[in-house]
């Protein structure tokens, strides 16, 4: 026997996994027993992947044995299945059941199956993957694109609970169950909850100006001409025809002023620049004139307008929306003060409030903040309070485009490096959640981060249910076999991913979505190559389905054709049990699209499995 044989480190790593189940046996104890075989498996996955079993792993595949590339399934069937053929080759001898390692094979993909099922509904068989649509609001009240949706192969309904109300989500869940009726199907409700978001705050309003503009050809020659909307102050609105070319400019003036304007009357006035510019009469509908220009006018609150001698003030003219134009280097404050409005003015270090105060005090030197998606990256350099004893964070810009960034009001912070002291759910999310228990399938729960969050929402669960079962005993099992997504968004949320999965396995019917679009925030978009199938394979290892979410299809969904990159992210996405479609005027083709796919490739992959089915175009 040589000396560098093989059977001593499988043996151990078999030995490893045992005393670490057995270290953390009042965890997998805890779980619900649908989850009991997942959990145990988690936690040999997890032992595992705290050794480095790369060379390992490349001993073995030159022996033709295994590659282990596949071992999140079933951790210790895999060794051992190893350690038998190993042991036959080595002269140690098969200590392990053929038999039963095999049939430890076959019943983790029948229990990731079955939760799968009990989760998100059935499907076709030659379509592992469920397609998960997000509802606009119209689908509250147009049946038809509810059915255009069910037609194209949505499996589950998403309703954004961050939008609309209960009275429109209740008519959007009665439109996908009368479609679905329709169609012999059943399609699911899934319903996300916005959880506490942090957002930058107001931003001051600019001078009150309007533009009237015309549209011109390549050859500056004007196509469409600058209009003028023009209704009375105090009268009630007159709603605006669409008009081609540029909107006409809405305004009011007196009612005299405006009864007395004849078709082909001239309105002259001097605009913001000092030009002067005519504008001429061209409809009267009703309460409501249009006036027409031939060149480009900015009119602002209380500019003279004068018409055969006569003379009116424009009124109504809506303020400018400001934002602030962010280079890197920039300082800029962040407070803990919600009244504070930011002001943009040059050559001043803009102050901007932030949602959520407890932010701001949590924030500490060296943290990064993350706005509007990750296009702003800051650092904080000082933290200070201010006279008034708010909190501040001052900001250093790390990143933004070349020619600066507009940062816009309310648009979303995030905060990769800081532990805040929230809950994952606000109080308002616990009056929804009441809502979706009574009436959708799933709970999708957002700002998850640790397993005191998980704690906490399973918590409010059972609350929700006992009350519910005061009601009625149906309506309380109801609550407890309610389907439970936890969106992974956040660094913390990856990091814990082991534990937090265990301690959701106290809950039956249990489910991961990856949000990609705030994670890929939060950890880079370098480390989104990677992070994704991570997540996917700690899953499978406990055996939990897993829906993959952000920018599917995006470009299919807006514009009616898929880019080359994401059919092949696509592909991807489809390993996972469920891919989650966003709105778009061209969704109904996207989900058709996305079908198609899903029953090509759920002939050639199941997982990251590579199925050897026959391939036809390869014979001559």
Not at 443 to 452: C, E, K, L, N, Q
Not at 591 to 600: C, K, P
Not at 601 to 610: A, D, F, I, P, Y
């Amino acid at each position: 026997m040589g000396q560098n044989q093989l059977v001593p480190e499988i043996d151990a790593l078999l030995k490893g996994i045992a005393d670490y189940a057995d270290e953390r046996r009042g965890d997998i104890d805890r779980v619900a027993p649908t989850h009991f075989a997942g959990a145990l498996n988690l936690v040999h996955y997890k032992y595992l992947r705290s050794q480095d079993l790369r060379r390992l792993q490349s001993r073995l595949s030159d022996l033709g044995v295994t590659r282990m590339s596949t071992i999140e399934t079933g951790v210790k069937s895999k060794l051992e299945a190893a350690r038998n053929v190993v042991g036959m080759l080595e002269g140690y001898g098969a200590p392990y059941d053929f038999a039963d390692i095999a049939s430890h094979f076959a019943n983790a993909d029948e229990i990731l199956e079955e939760h799968t099922f009990r989760l998100l509904g059935a499907t076709d068989e030659n379509t592992p993957s469920r397609i998960m649509v997000t509802l606009p609001s119209e689908a509250a009240d147009n049946i038809d694109l509810v059915r255009s949706f069910v037609a194209a192969g949505m499996d589950v309904a998403r309703i954004n609970c961050a939008h609309d109300g209960p009275a429109a989500w209740q008519r959007m869940i009665d439109n996908v169950h009368r479609a679905a009726a329709e169609a012999g199907r059943e399609v699911l409700v899934n319903m996300d909850l916005a959880g506490p978001k942090i957002r930058a705050g107001e931003i001051a309003l600019g001078p009150a100006v309007g533009r009237a503009r015309v549209t011109r050809d390549d050859a500056g020659k004007v196509m469409t001409k600058s209009k003028l909307w023009i209704t009375a102050v105090g009268e009630a609105a007159v709603p605006m025809p669409e008009f081609e070319g540029r909107p006409a400019l809405p305004i009011q003036v007196n009612k005299q002023w405006l009864t007395d304007l004849d078709i082909g009357g001239i309105i002259s006035l001097h605009d913001t620049r000092g030009s002067k510019r005519e504008f001429v009469v061209v409809e009267k509908h009703g309460d409501a004139v249009l006036a027409e220009g031939d060149r480009n006018a900015y009119i602002a609150e209380g500019t003279l307008l004068e018409c055969d001698y006569e003379r009116a003030r424009a009124h109504g003219i809506p303020h400018v929306v400001q934002a602030l134009r962010l280079y890197v280097g920039d300082t800029l404050v962040l407070t803990s003060d919600t009244d504070v409005v930011c002001h943009v003015e040059q050559g001043l270090i803009p102050t901007i409030a932030c949602s959520l105060p407890e932010a701001v005090t949590a924030l500490e030197v060296g943290h990064n903040v993350l706005f509007d998606d990750g296009s702003i990256a800051a650092v904080v350099r000082e933290k200070r309070t201010a006279p008034n004893g708010a909190s501040e964070a001052v900001l250093e810009v790390t990143r933004a485009k070349e020619n600066g960034v507009k940062l816009a009001a309310h648009k979303g912070i995030n905060l990769p490096d800081t532990f805040l002291p929230l809950d994952s759910l606000t109080p308002e999310d616990e009056e929804h959640l009441e809502f979706v228990a009574r009436h959708a399938d799933i709970a999708a729960i957002s700002f998850i981060r640790t397993v005191a969050d998980v704690t906490h929402v399973l918590t409010v669960l059972d609350r929700i249910a006992a009350k519910f079962s005061a009601e009625s005993p149906a309506l309380g099992q109801r609550v407890r076999e309610l389907g439970l997504v936890l969106k992974i968004e956040t660094v913390p949320t990856f990091e814990n991913i082991s534990e937090i999965l265990l301690e959701g396995m106290r809950h039956p019917n249990l489910g991961l979505m990856i949000a990609r679009g705030d994670l890929a925030v939060e950890l880079g978009f370098d480390r989104m190559t990677e992070v994704p199938g991570q997540i996917m394979v700690v899953a499978e290892s406990a055996h939990i389905p897993v829906i993959v979410g952000t920018q599917i299809l995006e470009n299919m969904a807006k514009n009616g054709l898929p880019s080359r990159a994401e059919m092949t992210d696509a592909a991807f996405a489809l390993r996972a049990e469920a891919v989650m479609l966003n709105k778009g005027p061209h969704i109904t083709d996207a989900i058709e699209i996305l079908n198609m796919l899903s029953r090509r490739l759920g002939r050639s992959q199941r997982k990251n499995r590579m199925l050897l089915r026959h391939i036809h175009s390869w014979d001559s």
